[in-house]
């Protein structure tokens, strides 16, 4: 007996996605011509029938929402997940969960399965503005609200203002009479590295003072194995001032480094973190770091989505400040007058 073909079949020998080829048959607007002729003669080709039953849930609400973070081991996103999901169950709706990995073809096929899921809207994170720009052709009409830093401007976002926050903690530091600091972490080709070095670039300036960068290789995979080799290296000496780490999983790294060489947080060095993850406010951790408000921003996101679900075409920004959390990893430095 023949085997029936599928619609991945279709996709294959049409040459494009299986979410191309659902919209190719709903006769979507944004499916040119040429590709809507391409998937109905390869279905003609292989004898492929739509399932009738699932067509006709076509353009009915789901209450389902994508979302696609780039790592959900990384305690930042799982946090950012949860809240998401708490906010969305409490409007009825589902959210399901896609990891990127940070690998650009894993982030469109998993904006390809939402479509073909047929969710109502998604809410991503991207790997960086390459990437998000790819997204338009896979998005069509479906609703997206952008998270983070890595998208252009004509789309909706909600992200904390990473230049300012980076301005605060270096700030505080050179309050605390630090002047050799050093920014740790972050790959060159990060966004949101590039704008938390404005921050503290500034802040420098301002003071008269350079600063030092040590960011991590751009082909870096382990990244947290690279942050504790690095700081392990870093903390033989002589040492910096202060460190200011380019997250707070950085941030844990040079803590673990430092126990292991001997070196005092803070009576030797002092260090701040970025992001407020849970574990730093533990009190062995007692990280001082810059929260990005990320339970709000996920709110927020949400509640933007279903403006756009609800049939709102306008462009939306929300631009969050970040707070500085002064807990125990910093201390004068009692060198300079």
């Known amino acids: 007996m023949k085997k029936r073909a599928t619609i991945k079949d279709v996709a294959a020998l049409a040459g494009v996605s299986a979410a191309t080829v659902s919209r190719a048959l709903d006769d979507r607007p944004e499916i040119s011509t040429e590709t809507k002729e391409s998937v109905r003669a390869a279905c003609a080709e292989l004898g492929y029938v739509p399932n009738a039953a699932a067509r006709g849930l076509v353009g009915q609400a789901t209450h389902t929402i994508g979302l696609v973070v780039p790592d959900i081991s990384n ?26 990995l940070r690998k650009p073809e894993q982030e469109l096929r998993a904006i390809e399965n939402f479509t073909a899921r047929q969710v109502d809207g998604v809410l991503i994170s991207p790997i960086s503005p390459q990437t998000q720009a790819r997204h ?9 609200v952008y998270l983070g830093v890595n998208h252009g401007e004509n789309c909706s976002y909600v992200m904390a203002d990473n230049e300012a926050g980076a301005y605060l903690a270096a700030r505080y530091l050179i309050q605390l009479g630090h002047r050799d600091i050093l920014f740790l972490g972050g790959r060159p080709t990060s966004r949101t590295r590039e704008l938390r070095l404005r921050g503290f670039h500034r802040a420098l300036k301002e003071a008269g003072l350079e600063g030092r ?11 947290r194995q690279w942050s504790y ?38 009576e030797d060095v002092s260090l701040v973190g970025y992001d407020n993850i849970a574990f730093t406010a533990l009190s ?3 990280l001082t770091t810059v929260s990005q408000h990320k339970f709000q921003q996920s709110r927020i996101a949400v509640e933007r989505l279903l403006e756009k679900i609800g049939g709102s075409r306008a462009n939306t920004v929300d631009l969050l400040e970040p707070e500085l959390i002064i807990r125990s990893t910093c201390a004068k430095n009692l060198s300079y007058p």
């Open 75 to 100: 305690p930042y996103f799982s946090g950012m997940a949860t809240a998401i999901e708490q906010t969305a169950a409490a409007h009825g709706y589902r959210v399901f969960l896609s990891n990127s």
């Open 136 to 144: 338009r052709d896979i998005l069509g009409n479906l609703p997206c």
């Open 213 to 223: 960068e040590l960011p991590a290789p751009p082909n870096v995979t382990l990244m």
């Open 229 to 266: 080799e690095a700081a392990s290296e870093l903390l033989k000496g002589p040492l910096p001032d202060a460190i200011f780490a380019f997250s707070d999983m950085t941030a844990l790294k040079v803590l673990e480094a430092a126990e292991e060489r001997g070196v005092r947080v803070p």
């Open 284 to 286: 062995r951790i007692h």
